[in-house]
């Protein structure tokens, strides 16, 4: 499962990085389906950080990895 997290992330990291954000994948916890990523940069600290991680990559990685049921930053 990690690999194909990994490779969802790599389509997401352009618009992070558009706007001066990035994204890293600190681990998967296959079992619980949880996802653990760090937002970087602009994305580390913009006020909808959270937003940005709930609706967009969480919501992404749920659509084409059925495993995943959350995703959580450190």
Same mark, same amino acid.
């Given at each position: +499962? ?9 389509? #997401? !990291? $352009? ?5 001066? @954000?990035? #994204?890293?994948?600190? /681990?998967?916890?296959?079992?619980? @389906?949880?996802?653990?990523? !760090?937002?970087? /940069?602009?994305? /580390? /600290?913009? $006020? ?5 991680? %709930? +609706? @967009?990559?969480?919501? #992404?990685? %749920?659509?084409? #990895? $059925?495993?995943? !049921? ?5």
């Amino acid at each position: +499962m990690k690999k194909k997290v990994e490779e969802v992330l790599e389509i #997401i !990291r $352009p618009s992070l990085q558009a706007d001066g @954000g990035d #994204i890293e994948l600190l /681990g998967v916890k296959e079992e619980e @389906g949880i996802v653990l990523v !760090r937002l970087l /940069g602009a994305c /580390g /600290g913009c $006020p909808f950080s959270q937003m940005t991680l %709930k +609706m @967009g990559v969480e919501k #992404i990685l %749920k659509d084409k #990895i $059925p495993e995943v !049921r959350k995703v959580e930053t450190v």
